[in-house]
Nanobody
Framework: QVQLAESGGGSVQSGGSLRLSCAASGYTVRGYCMGWFRQVPGKEREGVAFIDSAGRRRYADSVKGRFTISQDNDKNTLYLQMNSLEPEDTAMYYC?????????????????????WGQGTQVTVSS
């Protein structure tokens, strides 16, 4: 059974940093496609970044140069380092997996569909 567990969210001031973690069980992050999405109440979930099976990284334009997605294969964990945070980054952040490469890894970050989702971790950035 695949489980994804996010952690690392919190409240920071504008310009601050946070690192989100997504611990995977029942699923190997190495060589598979995983990503980060975020959602604000009343709005559609949006893609933030993903890393595909070949290790290529894709980012939403709004986070390029500020966020970095990475993974630790030994810890079977996905990360999202978020720097220069802005109030517009406030959202619930979700980890996602697309093992069959047929959802967000195929269609891109504009297609917020995945086979597996974590429970989410809240990020709040104050001005």
């Amino acid at each position: 059974q695949v489980q994804l567990a996010e952690s690392g969210g919190g409240s920071v001031q504008s310009g601050g940093s946070l690192r989100l973690s997504c611990a995977a069980s029942g699923y190997t992050v190495r060589g598979y496609c995983m990503g980060w999405f975020r959602q604000v109440p009343g709005k559609e979930r949006e893609g933030v970044a993903f890393i595909d099976s070949a290790g290529r990284r894709r980012y939403a334009d709004s986070v390029k140069g500020r966020f970095t997605i990475s993974q630790d294969n030994d810890k079977n964990t996905l990360y999202l380092q978020m720097n220069s945070l802005e109030p517009e980054d406030t959202a619930m952040y979700y980890c996602a997996a697309d093992p069959a490469l047929r959802l967000f890894c195929y269609y891109g970050l504009g297609h917020p569909r995945a086979d597996y989702w974590g429970q989410g971790t809240q990020v709040t950035v104050s001005s």
